[in-house]
Nanobody
Framework: QVLLVESGGGLVQAGGSLTLSCAAA????????MAWFRQAPGKEREFVAT????????VYADSVKDRFTISRDNTKNMVYLQMNSLKPEDTAVYSC??????????????????WGRGTQVTVSS
């Protein structure tokens, strides 16, 4: 089992940047595909980005492509989400997710095994 704790959220103006961090504890995440999802009020949870076990493969939602960058440091058991050019529609709770069952890249929430509680990101216009 793994405990995931997100940090780095906050309030930022449109056009600004934030970097989210996800710290894993309990086991190494080097065997896991990791991802970020987000959920805005009144909306379903949506995929943001995912990264393969060794960090060589990344996939992004079209809505964040070219603005967000996912990365990982397996030596520190950390995953990051660099968010640039933020828009009000990026406002949501951002959660880190761990997929240990397989190394295949997936973007559906049900394919992930462990979740953090999330960190709030609010982008003002």
């Amino acid at each position: 089992q793994v405990l995931l704790v997100e940090s780095g959220g906050g309030l930022v103006q449109a056009g600004g940047s934030l970097t989210l961090s996800c710290a894993a504890a309990g086991r190494t995440i080097s065997d896991s595909v990791m991802a970020w999802f987000r959920q805005a009020p009144g909306k379903e949870r949506e995929f943001v980005a995912t990264i393969g076990r060794e960090g060589r493969t990344t996939v992004y939602a079209d809505s964040v492509k070219d603005r967000f960058t996912i990365s990982r440091d397996n030596t520190k058991n950390m995953v990051y989400l660099q968010m640039n050019s933020l828009k009000p529609e990026d406002t949501a709770v951002y959660s880190c997710a761990d997929r240990i069952r397989s190394g295949m890249i997936k973007t559906e929430a049900h394919e992930f095994d462990y979740w953090g509680r999330g960190t709030q990101v609010t982008v003002s216009s």
